[in-house]
């Protein structure tokens, strides 16, 4: 699959930024994909909400009680099927980011187990025009975990393009 490069002359985009992106290899999406986590995700829906907070408050005791509950509320309606994207042949994460043409923050959290500092400095060596930031104490949940922080990046980047 040929990628086109994502640039001003998409609709006239200035910039991109990506939070934490769940970039998989398609190893990695097979992995998923042949793992429990859709059968994790029906036990899930059966159970009940307050179930659903505890879990997630001592999985994530960073994340705000307010935050959990949203997630756990949204978590409830989603369907088995969500899980659909996970089937490969998924778009190859190097080829998409080697084709942008704007200037790009990659903001990565300092402990996530998605994008990594390693994956990250790769990205950036396939394409120069993106740029960095890893907060700290944050993982692959960055903006439940430190918005304020990712707000400040983000505010920073859109500066420098106007």
Partial sequence: MASRPLGRGAGGIRGLILVDPTFLSP???????????????????GLQK?????????????????????????????????????????????AVVSAIDVPSLLVIGDSSPVVTLEMA????????????????????GLPFEQPERLGEVVLSFLRELA
Wanted: proline letters at 6%; charged letters at 35%.
């Fill in 27 to 45: 190893e990695r999406q097979r992995e998923v994909r042949d793992s429990d986590v859709a059968e994790q995700h029906r036990r899930a829906l």
């Fill in 50 to 94: 307050s179930d659903l907070v505890a879990q997630a408050r001592a999985r994530h005791p960073r994340r705000s009680l307010e935050i959990i509950e949203l997630q756990a509320e949204a978590r409830l309606r989603t369907s088995k099927g969500a899980f659909d994207v996970l089937t490969p042949p998924n778009p190859e994460y190097r």
């Fill in 121 to 140: 400095t790769e990205l950036r060596s396939l394409n120069p025009r993106v740029r960095i930031e890893q907060v700290q104490g944050a993982g692959h």
